[in-house]
């Protein structure tokens, strides 16, 4: 059964950069398309980024210039780093692998004005 589990979340200053990663378990699915979600208080889960088996990715417009996406095949993972954190950051992150429409259960990711 494939896993996510995300990690690297917390608490960071607006401005401040941070890095999440997910680890997918399972080999199978492990070069399929894998994106970033985010589930801000009140509002519903949107889009982040997302990264495919070729490397190719896809950035929402909002973070565009801040956040970047990358995958390592090798070890199962892939990598949102954001920098120049906004408070519109703040929220659960969650990772996504597409072809199965599998999450992860999410990480918190606060950013204080």
């Known amino acids: 059964q494939l896993q996510l589990v995300e990690s690297g979340g917390g608490l960071v200053q607006a401005g401040e950069s941070m890095s999440i990663s997910c680890a997918v378990s399972?080999?199978?699915?492990?070069?399929?398309?894998k994106a970033w979600y985010r589930q801000a208080p009140g509002r519903q889960r949107e889009f982040v980024a997302q990264i495919t088996s070729t490397g190719s990715t896809n950035v929402t417009d909002s973070v565009k210039g801040r956040f970047t996406i990358s995958r390592d095949n090798a070890k199962n993972t892939v990598t949102l780093q954001m920098n120049n954190l906004r408070p519109e950051g703040t929220g659960v992150y969650y990772c996504?692998?597409?072809?199965?429409?599998?999450w992860g259960k999410g990480i918190q990711v606060t950013v204080s004005s």
């Open positions: 399972g080999t199978i699915f492990s070069r399929n398309t």
């Open positions: 996504r692998v597409l072809a199965i429409d599998c």
